[in-house]
């Protein structure tokens, strides 16, 4: 993080100053942590695959400010035997790969050292609970999150049980590894800690943040392919607007989200 032909630092939140030019890869920081700055600690088989996209845009520039910090955890490095070996064949039989409960149990410890109480350990998984915006909240007020990424079949049961690992699904379909499920967290995540949105009301009026999905969006220009903007946006009759938003909200969740709209309707004590 010295190098003289670099820029200026930017400004460092915590010990370590981070400068705004390092490239995504030199931002994932194995030790220390920035005092008071949230982390994601990932335990994978693919660190190359890091920060990936949470490199870009706001996720990339708050990684970059020292807003949050990403530390990847090469599963390999705790592989047994001249091979490295991290998986091996199901007990009972069947098919694919296990990830081996020593492996993990090694790297899990690593990764968790040092954490206090507000540091949640998590397992990527279609088995898990559906990721939402209310986990996303928790996580934010958590110092940080420690996710695990499988690959093959799975992880050995063992560990989820040991370590009582929560586990977190990106949705009802199977991928080949817990990447891209991690990244997604930790996207939702970052741009719920504070100073990462440039506007703050955007976390507060999008989608979830009030149990209704989001009203339609427009811009320029006024006309397109023969479709106008709806008049009201256009009447700068703030009043009626936030009516007009706050019906089209309620219509689409209704629509398209029944679960949703029952329980928007419950906290509302009112039913359909
Ligand atoms: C091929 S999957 C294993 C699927 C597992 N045998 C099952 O049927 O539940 C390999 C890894 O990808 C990750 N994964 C796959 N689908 C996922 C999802 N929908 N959400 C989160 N992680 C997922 C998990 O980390 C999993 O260990």
Redesign the pocket.
């Known amino acids: 993080m010295t190098d003289p032909d670099r820029p200026t630092p930017s400004r460092a939140l915590g010990r370590k100053t981070i400068r705004p030019s390092a490239r995504p890869r030199e931002l994932i920081t194995p030790a220390p942590d920035l005092a008071g700055v949230w982390k994601a600690r990932v335990i994978t088989l693919f660190p190359g695959a890091f920060p990936g996209v949470l490199g870009e845009s706001l996720t990339g520039k708050a990684l970059q400010e020292g807003r949050w910090q990403l530390e990847t955890i090469d599963l390999r490095a705790f592989g047994k035997g001249r091979h490295r070996n991290v998986d091996d064949t199901p007990a009972g039989g069947g098919a ?1 790969m296990v ?1 081996r409960a020593d492996v993990l149990g090694e790297a899990i410890e690593q990764a968790m050292a040092g954490t206090g109480g507000n540091w949640p350990l998590i ?6 609970r559906p ?1 939402t915006q209310d986990l996303m909240r928790r996580l934010a007020r958590a110092d940080g999150v420690t996710l ?8 050995d049961e063992r560990v989820l049980e040991h370590y009582a690992i929560e586990e ?15 990244m997604a967290l930790i996207d939702a995540t970052v741009r719920l800690l504070p100073g990462v949105l440039g506007n703050q009301a955007s976390a507060e009026e999008e989608s979830f943040a009030h149990g209704l999905l989001e009203h339609p969006h427009y811009t320029r220009p006024a006309e397109w392919k023969g479709r106008p903007i709806p008049e009201v946006l256009l009447s700068g009759h703030h009043r009626r607007i936030t009516e007009w938003r706050q019906a089209e909200a309620e219509r689409i969740t209704r629509e398209r989200r029944p679960d949703l709209w029952q329980a928007w309707l419950r906290r509302r004590g009112e039913t359909d």
């Open positions: 694919g990830l397992y990527l998984s279609p088995r898990g990721m695990l990424c499988g690959r093959f079949e799975g992880v977190v699904s990106l949705g009802d379909f199977v991928m080949t590894g817990g990447e891209i499920a991690a």
